[in-house]
């Protein structure tokens, strides 16, 4: 199981993020200072961590300094009320590999988390849905009838990993755009259609996979097999 450190000073913020890890399927432990997290650390396993910017007297850019330091590498997130762009450098430099500002959605969180997770899980020969394969690697789409083979760019093919990794889910564009373009910074929840569209296009047709990359007007999208029925 995923396991998630939560380090947090605030009762009610650390509480709101186990209760949602919880739903999605991940264990969580929460310490309140850096003493405590970096202890917790050296005992247990965890696959990635959430760190407030502000741990009362304490920094948290201080904290994942030194959990770099210590050899603990994996994904970090933090948590800060400070949105300058000052503040989200120093957390991204101090080892952070997203910058999440309070107040913050609980789902756009969540979204990032899954990115940092799937960017750092160990990587796979090829992800597969239907006739379609995909080669994260090469970046390169093969199968379907008669054997076709697409070349995706870099985002196209994040893009894509991600919707075979939620196959099945109704997507929203706010929840497509947190996770893979947010962020990056400088652009709008529009690019999401656009790479829709690029995606739609060199895999076109997406039936000579099994599979279908469904429009649920006003709700999101879903890529599913194509005899799969559209979710209600």
Do not use: C
Request: net charge negative; no cysteine.
């Amino acid at each position: 199981m995923t396991r998630i450190l939560i380090v947090e000073d605030d009762a009610d913020i650390a509480s709101l993020l186990r209760r949602g890890f919880a739903a999605e399927g991940y264990d969580s432990a929460w310490e309140q200072g850096s003493a405590e997290a970096l202890a917790r650390l050296k005992a247990e396993r965890f696959d990635a961590a959430v760190v407030d910017m502000m741990l009362g007297e304490e920094s948290g850019a201080d904290l994942l300094a030194e959990m770099r330091l210590r050899g603990h590498m994996m994904p970090a997130l933090v948590l800060s009320a400070l949105s300058r762009v000052e503040d989200r450098a120093q957390g991204l430099q101090a080892g952070a590999q997203d910058y999440v500002v309070k107040p913050f959605q609980l789902s756009e969180l969540l979204a990032r988390l899954r990115v940092q997770l799937l960017r750092a899980a160990p990587k796979v020969e090829s992800l597969r849905l239907g006739d379609l394969r995909y080669d994260p690697e090469t970046r390169t789409v093969s199968g379907g009838a008669g054997g076709r083979k697409a070349a995706l760019t870099e985002r196209e093919g994040e893009l894509l990993a991600w919707l075979i990794a939620n196959a099945g889910k109704l997507l929203t564009r706010a929840e497509i755009f947190a996770a893979l373009w947010s962020p990056h910074g400088g652009a709008t929840e529009n690019v999401v259609d656009v790479y829709l569209g690029y995606l739609r296009r060199k895999l076109a047709p997406l039936s000579d996979y099994g599979l279908a990359l469904r429009t649920l007007r006003g709700r999101g999208f879903m890529l599913t097999r194509d005899d799969e029925e559209e979710e209600t």
